[in-house]
């Protein structure tokens, strides 16, 4: 009888352990469990008065991706790649970016493989032969000046684009890197903190669940050079703020603002008013010789 108990027992906590874990790998965080595509496409730029060009490029490994690119709308100071977070796609993502031609930026968006209209199917390694691919697409148009190119990733983007900066050969200005996390561990550990006590155990099984690799923490080890803006709202709770001023102290020439009541990479939305222009004095300075 005590058996039976004791079975029936581990059964209810495992069931329990499922009901948490799901919602925790359907927040953003880990695997599968950090990737949340969509392939619904949300109205395309020029429905809100923009000028784009849809772009089709392909990966090293030959996946098919899609892009938008929004020129300046004066003579272009520079070039941003905006790498987007682990949710929907591109169509979704551009209301954090699309103020940027306005203000003399060009803007490429891109969807990673599994994303929008790209094909394929989201992995860690793919997701950096997409971004090294856009990086790579934007560097060879005619229309751009090779020596001023940007880069600003949100959230999982920000890890994208830091791995993909470190293993590309194209030059990059100066990054900004909004919400991040330090490495895939590290952020499912610090969600599996919340479990309650009686499944605390079950952080021994993390490593087996969610391993560290290509990650933000090292590549910006090997971007001591990188000119990195690390912003972070101080309200965040998807990815604690911890994580980007430990990628800070990591980084010698980078710069990070905690942005008081800013949330989840919403600081550009809800305080356009000192967020843009703290990101434009950015660019700036980084078109500066």
């Not at 983007?157 to 990054?175: D, F, K, N, W, Y």
Request: aromatic fraction near 10%; glycine fraction near 8%.
């Amino acid at each position: 009888m005590a058996a039976t108990g004791f079975h029936k027992t581990l059964k209810w906590v495992f069931k329990l352990s499922l009901l948490i874990l799901i919602p925790l790998w359907g927040s953003g965080c880990a695997n599968g469990i950090f990737y949340q595509p969509s392939k619904r496409m949300a109205p395309t730029p020029d429905t809100r008065g923009h000028r784009f060009e849809s772009v089709a490029f392909q990966a090293s490994d030959g996946v098919a991706l899609t892009g938008w690119w929004l020129p300046a709308t004066s003579t272009p100071k520079g070039t941003v790649i905006h790498f987007h977070g682990n949710a929907q796609n591109m169509s979704s993502h551009i209301q954090y970016a699309e103020w940027l031609p306005a203000a003399g930026y060009n803007l490429f968006v891109f969807d990673y493989r599994g994303y929008g209209e790209s094909l394929g199917v989201p992995t860690r390694r793919g997701l950096i032969r997409d971004g090294m691919a856009a990086l790579e697409t934007v560097r060879g148009r005619p229309d751009v000046n090779p020596d001023d190119l940007f880069v600003w990733g949100q959230s999982l983007g920000g890890t994208v684009a830091l791995q993909s900066m470190m293993r590309s050969e194209i030059p990059i200005r100066a990054a900004i890197i909004d919400s991040t996390f330090i490495s895939h561990g590290k952020i499912v550990s610090d969600k599996m903190k919340q479990f309650p006590w009686f499944l605390q155990p079950l952080r021994l099984l993390r490593p087996l669940l969610v391993t560290s690799s290509y990650d933000a923490i090292d590549a910006v080890k090997k971007l001591p050079d990188l000119p990195i803006y690390f912003i972070h709202g101080a309200k965040d709770n998807v990815i604690p703020f911890a994580h980007s001023q430990r990628l800070h102290e990591l980084a010698p020439t980078s710069k990070l603002w905690i942005i008081p009541k800013a949330g989840h990479c919403d600081a550009v939305l809800r305080f356009p008013e000192k967020v843009r222009p703290s990101l434009l004095e950015f660019l700036g300075s980084g078109n500066q010789e």
